[in-house]
């Protein structure tokens, strides 16, 4: 069983897709940066232990040594983001080569950033999707696991896309967190 720890800054909803999940994994901490991450009171209902790593008053150096002194205590030997807002330094990103995950709703590299929903839906294009990816040091662009589409219909809106990517992104964390743990158990 892979110890992981789970990153989030918001709503949590992957988060809570991934601890009721099947996947063969122990989430040994929720990692949140802001005390008001709804994501807390999932953990809380779910049982999983999380902490609260806030960047404010500390250095970005300071404030991985704290999140990596966590890791270490945890044994944690993957970390996935699922709307974690902080952008890891490339020394961050070392510790952990190819043992970060991420989810990102767009088919990458069309998309990248924080708003790949919206500026998907602004453009006007007609097949966005979900892409599961490893992290590296750029924004958004570490080696694909894995992407699935979700196609904007004529009457969809913002609210509707946002509802399949979200149902997207559900099926498609899981099942490519299972392709990258059986690969390496
Ligand atoms: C998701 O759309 C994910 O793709 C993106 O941030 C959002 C997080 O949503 N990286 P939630 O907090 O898991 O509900």
Same mark, same amino acid.
């Given at each position: 069983?892979?110890?992981?720890?789970?990153?989030?800054?918001?709503?949590?909803?992957?988060?809570?897709?991934?601890?009721?999940?099947?996947?063969?994994?122990?989430?040994?901490?929720?990692? /949140?940066?802001?005390?008001?991450?709804?994501?807390?009171?999932?953990?809380?209902?779910?049982? /999983?232990?999380?902490?609260?790593?806030?960047?404010?008053?500390?250095?970005?150096?300071?404030?991985?040594?704290?999140?990596?002194?966590?890791?270490?205590?945890?044994?944690?030997?993957?970390?996935?983001?699922?709307?974690?807002?902080?952008?890891?330094?490339?020394?961050?990103?070392?510790?952990?080569?190819?043992?970060?995950?991420?989810?990102?709703?767009?088919?990458?590299?069309?998309?990248?950033?924080?708003?790949?929903?919206?500026?998907?839906?602004?453009?006007?294009?007609?097949?966005?999707?979900?892409?599961?990816? %490893?992290?590296?040091?750029?924004?958004?662009?570490?080696?694909?696991?894995?992407?699935?589409? /979700?196609?904007?219909?004529?009457?969809?809106?913002?609210?509707?896309?946002?509802?399949?990517?979200?149902?997207?992104? %559900?099926?498609?964390?899981?099942?490519?967190?299972?392709?990258?743990?059986? /690969?390496?158990?």
């Amino acid at each position: 069983m892979a110890n992981v720890a789970v990153f989030a800054s918001g709503s949590g909803s992957n988060f809570e897709n991934i601890a009721t999940s099947d996947l063969n994994i122990d989430i040994k901490v929720l990692i /949140v940066d802001n005390k008001d991450a709804k994501a807390i009171e999932r953990a809380k209902r779910l049982n /999983v232990p999380y902490k609260i790593v806030e960047r404010t008053g500390k250095t970005r150096d300071q404030f991985e040594q704290d999140i990596l002194e966590i890791l270490k205590q945890g044994n944690v030997e993957y970390i996935l983001l699922a709307g974690f807002m902080k952008i890891l330094s490339a020394k961050f990103i070392e510790q952990y080569d190819r043992k970060i995950i991420n989810i990102h709703p767009s088919l990458l590299p069309s998309f990248k950033g924080k708003d790949g929903i919206l500026d998907a839906y602004n453009y006007g294009v007609k097949v966005s999707g979900v892409t599961v990816h %490893y992290v590296d040091s750029g924004i958004d662009t570490g080696e694909i696991i894995d992407q699935a589409p /979700v196609i904007i219909e004529d009457d969809d809106t913002l609210e509707t896309f946002e509802d399949k990517i979200h149902a997207t992104e %559900y099926e498609l964390y899981i099942r490519a967190l299972k392709k990258v743990l059986e /690969v390496n158990e």
